[in-house]
Antibody
Framework: QVQLQESGPGLVKPSGTLSLTCAVSGGSISSSNWWSWIRQPPGKGLEWIGEIYHSGSTNYNPSLKSRVTISVDKSKNQFSLKLSSVTAADTAVYYC???????????WGQGTLVTVSS | DIQMTQSPSTLSASVGDRVTITCRASQSISSWLAWYQQKPGKAPKLLIYKASSLESGVPSRFSGSGSGTEFTLTISSLQPDDFATYYCQQYNSYYITFGQGTRLEIK
């Protein structure tokens, strides 16, 4: 079955750029699904960041849109997140997930904690 | 933006109880609603999609209902494994939003 795995630095300096990758295994990123990023600050709820289709089409959370870029690399069967100008408020567990058309998000990656600190 | 409001924020219940969690949307989302269960340190798990469709492998004690702006998640007979935080999610619009979560704790 499809599995997702996030990877990237666990510590990012303020004003820097957070970069994460989600590797997809057990299935093709070129299937008829969207692929999304969601985050969860420590002790808080879930916040949707954005999503991408294998064609490169994207949708972003309006509150983050000016700082977010999501891209796809079909050759590596993975997609990526870049969040620029980070602050401590961007400290969170970042999840990637497959969006199954009309059926919610499943599966999710295990999540990766990114801390913004100097 | 479509705002999702869950109630209650915290729910205390006992094993065997029937519990209901409500999720209200700020505008109609038809049936484009999902429910997730999250345990500490784990990723959310999809329980219900399209408001009332049970995800494969999810126990039948979980059920969802509603359409438009008001939705419910019901657990018919609480089991020890069900104590967790539950989130609703709307995917009617290109901007997906979650409810703030309902923490289900042991009474």
């Amino acid at each position: 079955q499809v599995q997702l795995q996030e990877s990237g630095p666990g510590l990012v300096k303020p004003s820097g750029t957070l970069s994460l990758t989600c590797a997809v295994s057990g299935g093709s990123i070129s299937s008829s699904n969207w692929w999304s990023w969601i985050r969860q600050p420590p002790g808080k709820g879930l916040e949707w960041i954005g999503e991408i289709y294998h064609s490169g089409s994207t949708n972003y959370n309006p509150s983050l849109k000016s700082r977010v870029t999501i891209s796809v690399d079909k050759s590596k069967n993975q997609f990526s997140l870049k969040l620029s100008s980070v602050t401590a408020a961007d400290t969170a567990v970042y999840y990637c997930a497959r969006v199954v058309g009309g059926s919610g998000s499943d599966p999710w990656g295990q999540g990766t904690l990114v801390t913004v600190s100097s | 933006d479509i705002q999702m409001t869950q109630s209650p924020s915290t729910l205390s219940a006992s094993v065997g109880d029937r519990v209901t969690i409500t999720c209200r949307a700020s505008q109609s989302i038809s049936s484009w609603l999902a429910w997730y269960q999250q345990k500490p340190g784990k990723a959310p798990k999809l329980l219900i999609y399209k408001a009332s469709s049970l995800e494969s492998g999810v126990p039948s004690r979980f059920s969802g209902s509603g359409s438009g702006t008001e939705f419910t998640l019901t657990i018919s007979s609480l089991q020890p494994d069900d104590f967790a935080t539950y989130y609703c999610q709307q995917y009617n619009s290109y901007y997906i939003t979650f409810g703030q979560g309902t923490r289900l704790e042991i009474k």
